[in-house]
């Protein structure tokens, strides 16, 4: 024991015992993006050499526990300089409403608003709190957005020589004309991670938009308009649609995003839905992979699509940070167009900043033509309650393995819709 | 006649259990294996080739993951958390675990309860107070602070356990060490704990895996990347739109060489340790 004792004592102190020291000029980052590590180190040591400043990127992942690191943080007061808060908007506004975020507008006001005009305006919406917002937060913006993103439709090329198609598609019917051609030569028609709630959310919402219009959409989840309406049986109605032209890849309910995309990557399947997120996963499963972007095809001729889309990531500053200039003007310079480019370039993302576009690479900018017509829930006027999205997302999977029609579903959500209201008056 | 059809039946049985076992024992090598040769190969072909071996072996990603993937920082950082947490764990769980079981003193029952009732507490809920009164003690962000919340993390199960094996030892063994002039600190160190080997071999194996593959509290607490567990290393392979499979299987083979062999060296003691807890009380 008189032996062991000491050699304890000595890993003990070797593990280091004492705290380490801060460097007080550091810019301290915490950020969840694994892929971007290496491209924000560079960075990091670019704007070193030209300032002087030192910047530290510190990566946690995965994302889930980066959230938890955050909140463990703000209730210790030590978060860092810049951070990035995930999830819904409502969380953002909680640690605006708590004093953990500071308020940026005034910087992107400066100079007739330079900094502010050289960003997508929907990309720096997702930060923003407009007056009068429900969530109660002083107007401004309170984030600076990095990348944007959007989620589009793709298809594979080869598959489209082989099958003698010309064109993507443009309209719904042009795309089940398509689907028969493809299934004639043994090739699968559409993929996508299905079995995310989320993803179906996406793509039947774009519809429901394409459809009825966002007035009628809203008013649904306003609770004027139910669910048993015309227009939401023939939303759901397209799955049934596709279920029955055999457009959809089998198991597409129990898929997530990653399966979906390595069957795109490998040639599984001719289209996919999926976000822009995907030149990078793609590139890596699979580099000879010969894709472009396409709109989802219209089920109304007449009416634009719309699709989901905005910042990516963003970064916040920490309102109790020290040194808030030197913060200002490391972020200015990281959202700069070289910078941005940099970061497409390397990470395969959609920079956030507009004038970047011009060097970026050529799927990314089929992407980026369309950041004007994207939308997105949290950018939206009211939000329909998750149990209400949760059983209408599973009411279509139920519809594309046949154990339900669009009607029974329409009818099934509306009574929870109804129950959820009730419970939401009183 | 009788006999012999008695042998057959023996045989028959034996060649059943046997295949049985060879099944169960290939579901569990397997995973294993599938991570081995995965660990070879490139990102293309991880989805294309099928086969078990495969036809280019990339032995470069072990190479990679150790240098680029930091995980020869990360591990070194494991084996210094696991070492010290569980060689802690033992000192301070078999002290108390001996002075609960053969000890009088006040309140011993109310705090072997408090121990107990701790093991109640899921871990996640003790994370955001740990992290708070860590920084308020300065020790967040060091290998010490880490160290000691791994060390009260694993100490009411061992406590428990180890508890368990000191109420059956023989109280003539602890009169014959006083007679030969042991203290109470010498019968727990010459006579308790070379008793409680099979026991103090699995608190070693549960906390050795538990602290070994631990990653959350590690991220919550420490900030520095050359403080990280080998966990991380893992982690940021796992991107959130992307996976780079190769090099997170080679990763994981470097992280799960170390517990297949700590449990090799330790696995009668462990076998016996477990075959007795079952059979206490």
């Given at each position: 024991m008189k032996r062991i004792l000491p050699v304890v004592l000595a890993v003990f102190l070797l593990a280091g015992c004492s705290p380490l020291i801060e460097q007080k000029d550091t810019i301290t980052i915490w950020h969840w993006m694994t892929d971007r590590q290496d491209a924000f180190t560079r960075l990091a040591q670019q704007y070193e050499q030209k300032t002087g400043v030192k910047v530290r990127f510190e990566l946690y992942a995965p994302s889930d526990i980066y959230s938890r690191k955050i909140v463990a943080a703000a209730q210790a007061r030590a978060l860092p300089d810049i951070f990035g808060i995930l999830g819904e908007k409502k969380r953002l506004a909680l640690f605006v409403e708590s004093g953990f975020v500071a308020d940026l507008t005034d910087e992107f006001e400066k100079n007739d608003a330079l900094w502010e005009k050289s960003f997508f305006e929907k990309a720096l919406n997702v930060n923003r709190f407009e007056p009068d917002n429900a969530y109660k937060v002083k107007p401004g913006i309170y984030g600076v957005p990095l990348d944007v993103t959007n989620i589009q439709m793709l298809y594979n090329e080869e598959l489209f020589v082989k099958a003698g198609i010309k064109e993507p598609p443009e309209t719904f019917d042009q795309f089940l004309e398509n689907i028969a051609v493809l299934n004639r030569l043994g090739i699968d028609g559409f993929v996508s991670g299905w079995g995310e709630n989320w993803m179906i959310d996406c793509f039947s919402s774009i519809y429901a938009l394409n459809i009825m219009g966002e007035e009628k959409v809203m008013a649904t989840y306003r609770g004027?308009?139910?669910?048993?309406d015309e227009d939401w049986i023939k939303v759901l109605s397209l799955f049934k649609t596709m279920r029955d032209h055999k457009a959809l890849v089998p198991g597409i309910v129990t898929k997530g995003n990653k399966y979906a995309e390595q069957d795109f990557a490998l040639g599984r399947a001719a289209f996919a839905f999926n976000g822009s997120w995907c030149v990078n996963v793609y590139d890596k499963m699979n580099p000879a992979l010969q894709y472009k972007v396409m709109l989802p095809p219209r089920v109304d001729p007449d009416v634009p699509m719309q699709i989901w889309g905005g910042a990516g990531s963003s970064f916040v500053v920490n309102q109790t940070a020290g040194n808030r200039q030197r913060i200002i003007d490391f972020l200015k310079w990281l959202t700069g167009k070289e910078q941005q480019v940099f970061l497409s370039q390397e990470t395969k993302n959609l920079p956030s900043n507009r004038e970047a576009l011009s060097e970026i690479p050529d799927v990314l900018l089929q992407f980026a033509k369309a950041m004007d017509i994207t939308t997105h829930p949290s950018l939206w006027p009211y939000n329909e309650s998750p149990l209400v999205t949760e059983a209408f997302c599973k009411g279509i999977q139920a519809i594309i393995i046949g154990e339900a029609t669009p009607e029974k579903v329409a009818t099934d959500v509306q009574r929870l819709k109804e129950r959820e209201m009730k419970r939401e008056r009183q | 006649m009788a006999v012999s059809n008695y042998k057959w039946i023996r045989v028959v049985q034996s060649v059943f259990s046997h295949v049985f076992l060879i099944f169960v024992a290939l579901t569990c090598l397997f995973p294993l294996l599938w991570m081995l040769r995965s660990s070879l190969m490139t990102n293309e072909t991880i989805f294309i080739d099928k086969a078990l071996i495969p036809q280019t072996l990339h032995f470069n990603n072990f190479y990679l993951a150790w240098t680029q993937g930091k995980f020869g920082v990360y591990f070194l950082n494991s084996i210094i958390y696991t070492a010290s947490a569980v060689f802690a764990i033992i000192v301070i769980a078999s002290l108390a675990a001996y002075a609960f079981s053969r000890l009088q003193f006040p309140g011993k029952n109310f705090f072997f309860y408090l121990f107990l009732a701790a093991m109640m507490i899921p871990l996640p809920g003790s994370f955001v107070p740990l992290v708070v009164l860590m920084n308020k003690l300065h020790l967040a962000n060091t290998r010490i602070g880490y160290i000691l919340c791994m060390i009260n993390v694993g100490l009411s199960l061992s406590i428990y356990i180890l508890k368990t094996f000191f109420d059956k030892m023989p109280s003539a063994l602890e009169d014959a060490a006083r007679i030969d002039g042991c203290s109470k600190l010498g019968i727990w160190f010459h006579v308790a704990l070379p008793l409680a080997r099979p026991a103090i071999a699995v608190v070693v194996i549960f906390n050795t895996l538990n602290i070994w593959n631990e990653y959350i509290l590690a991220t919550l607490l420490l900030n520095h990347e050359h403080l990280m567990p080998l966990q991380r290393g893992l982690m940021v392979y796992q991107g959130a739109y992307s996976v780079d499979y190769p090099m997170l299987m080679a990763g994981l083979s470097i992280t799960a060489a170390p517990v297949v062999l700590v449990y090799l060296f330790m696995q009668k003691h462990i076998i016996k340790g477990l075959s007795e807890g079952a059979t206490a009380g």
């Open positions: 004027e308009v139910s669910y048993t | -």
